[in-house]
C-alpha cells in the first residue's frame, strides 16, 4: 500500500509535542507534521478551543427552536424537555473532516474517543492476529455509522479502520453521543436499527462463507457489484484483487482460480473489469440467495441518512 496516515482516536495522543512528534497506531508509519492538521482540529474541538464547521448547522437549530418559541424543546423528538441542550452540545463538539486515501482511522485493540459517522467514501475494517496476519473483515460504505457497538459500549474496537478512498466523516465526541442515545430515545432508535443492519450484514456474510464454494462466493459478489454499480453486462472491482479475496475468505491464487473458472461460463476478466458475457449463466452457477446476498441497496443508508439528518439539525 502507499504512503499511509497514521490517526489515532486519542486526541491526547494527537497533541503532540510542539508538533515535532507524531504518533504510531498499531505499527503504522509515523505521521508527517503537514498531515495532522485535521487531527489538530479534532483536538482543538475536544478541548473546546476552534469553532467547528458546524457552527452554522447549531445556529440554524436554534434559530428554529426560538421561532417556535421552544427554547426547551429537542431538535430530535419535538417534546419539550431539558435535554435539548445536551444535544446542542453535541452539535458544539461535533466535526466534519475528509481524510485521503491510506489515512488509518483507529486501531484494533484502540477505545473509541469518537463516533465516526461515514458521510462519502469508504472504511475497510481489518483484523489481525498476534503473528501479524491481516485479513479483511468488512467495507463499511456511507453512509453508515462505524462501528457503534464499540462506541456505545466504550469497549475497544476489534478491528484496524482504513479509507482506501477519499472519505468525508462526522466525529462526534463518544461521551456525548452516549449521552445523546440514552436520553433521546428518537436517536436511540436509529442506532438500535443501525446496530441490527450491520449485525444482518455479518450474519449474511458468516453463510456466505461457511455455505458456498469459493467460484459461488466469487460469483455472487460480481453480481451484486454490477447490480450496485448499474452496469448488468458488467463490473469494475472497487479494489485490489487480494483484498477481495481476503474479504471472501480465500487466498489470491483461490480466488484467481475462481475467476478462471467463471470465465468458462460467461464472464471475461480485463484488469480491474469484469464483461458478464451470459449474466443468466452466471447467475445458475453462482446461486444467488437473498437470505445471504446483500442487496444491492438496502435500508440501511436510509435510517442512517435520517439519523445524520436529525444529528445535524
Not at 443501525?194 to 458468516?206: D, H
Request: charge should be positive; charged fraction near 25%; hydrophobic fraction near 40%.
Amino acid at each position: 500500500m502507499d504512503r499511509r496516515t497514521a490517526v489515532t482516536s486519542d486526541p491526547r495522543a494527537l497533541a503532540g509535542s510542539g508538533g515535532s512528534r507524531s504518533p504510531r497506531v498499531g505499527g503504522a508509519r509515523s505521521m508527517p507534521d503537514r498531515d495532522r492538521g485535521w487531527a489538530k482540529s479534532a483536538v482543538d474541538m475536544h478541548q473546546g478551543r476552534n469553532a467547528p464547521r458546524f457552527s452554522r448547522c447549531r445556529g440554524r437549530v436554534e434559530a428554529q427552536l426560538a421561532m417556535r418559541g421552544e427554547a426547551n424543546t429537542d431538535p430530535g423528538t419535538g417534546d419539550s424537555s431539558k435535554e435539548a441542550p445536551r444535544i446542542r452540545t453535541m452539535f458544539q463538539h461535533t466535526l466534519e473532516h475528509e481524510v485521503p486515501a491510506g489515512t488509518i482511522l483507529f486501531a484494533q485493540g484502540e477505545v473509541p474517543t469518537f463516533q465516526i459517522v461515514v458521510l462519502s467514501g469508504s472504511v475497510q475494517l481489518f483484523g489481525r492476529s498476534r503473528d501479524g496476519r491481516e485479513v479483511l473483515i468488512e467495507v463499511v460504505r456511507a453512509p453508515d455509522l462505524l462501528i457503534p457497538a464499540a462506541v456505545v459500549t466504550a469497549s475497544p474496537y476489534l478491528m484496524q479502520g482504513r479509507a482506501p478512498e477519499p472519505t468525508r466523516f462526522l466525529l462526534i465526541p463518544a461521551d456525548a453521543f452516549r449521552d445523546a442515545v440514552e436520553r433521546n430515545p428518537h436517536l436511540a432508535k436509529a442506532v438500535l436499527e443501525t446496530l441490527a443492519e450491520q449485525f444482518r450484514r455479518m450474519v449474511r456474510q458468516t453463510k456466505n462463507l461457511k455455505l458456498r464454494s469459493a467460484a459461488e462466493r466469487v460469483g455472487c459478489h460480481i453480481l451484486v457489484l454490477s447490480e450496485r454499480q448499474g452496469t448488468p453486462d458488467r463490473a469494475i472491482l472497487p479494489y485490489e484483487k487480494h483484498m477481495i479475496a481476503s474479504e471472501l475468505g480465500m487466498t489470491r491464487e483461490s480466488f484467481s482460480r475462481a475467476l478462471k473458472a467463471l470465465t468458462k461460463i460467461g464472464i471475461g476478466v480485463a484488469g480491474q473489469e469484469i464483461v458478464i458475457r451470459d449474466r443468466a449463466r452466471l447467475t445458475a452457477v453462482a446461486k444467488p440467495d437473498p437470505m445471504i446476498d446483500l442487496p444491492a441497496f438496502d435500508d440501511t443508508g436510509r435510517r442512517t441518512l435520517a439519523l445524520i439528518e436529525r444529528l445535524t439539525g
